[in-house]
């Protein structure tokens, strides 16, 4: 398997499974984000508030394609907004196995509710805030993916090992 991408909902656990996963692989890890932040020199809260979301986005597709050229095996974890962009969308899956992590809403809260690197969240209730965007992302985050795995209620170790069991079936 050449590339394994991690999408979901920020705090399901795709920058923690990742790490993971690809040190159990033998796998360089990859997150997107740090990438952007590396290449762009100023982190995604900046990005957001001088250059906007678009921009931002903008940026995720233009990685996304830089990938499709690099043959090298790794495990990306890929931007909790990433995979809203159709072109993103296409693109994720044609680089490898996506898996969707999920969590419920409230492992989710509880995992998020002192980050405040989050500038989808910035203003207004967290709580109702996590709720429509998870609500707008779902089936987007369905539509990318090729396997699901729930995170919550699962130590790292097992869902890696789910993961690692799925995507033996996915070739």
Do not use: W
Not at 40 to 62: C, H, K, M, S, V
């Amino acid at each position: 398997m050449k590339k394994i991408i991690l999408i979901g909902f920020m705090g399901a656990g795709k920058t923690t499974v990742g790490k993971l996963l690809s040190r159990e692989k033998g796998m360089q890890f990859v997150d997107t984000d740090e990438r952007i932040v590396k290449e762009q020199g100023r982190a995604i809260p900046d990005l957001f508030a001088q250059e906007g979301e678009p921009y931002f986005r903008r940026l995720e597709t233009d990685l996304l394609k830089r990938m499709q050229e690099d043959i090298s095996p790794c495990v990306i974890s890929a931007g909790g907004g990433m995979p809203v962009r159709e072109e993103n969308r296409r693109l994720l899956r044609e680089l490898g196995c996506v898996i969707y992590l999920t969590a419920a809403k409230e492992t989710i809260l509880e995992r998020i509710k002192n980050d405040g690197s989050r500038p989808m969240l910035k203003g207004g209730d967290l709580k109702q805030k996590v709720e429509q965007l998870m609500r707008e992302r779902e089936a987007l985050y369905r539509q990318a993916a090729h396997i699901e795995v729930r995170t919550d209620g699962r130590s790292v170790r097992h869902v890696v090992q789910i993961i690692e069991q799925e995507t033996r079936r996915f070739g």
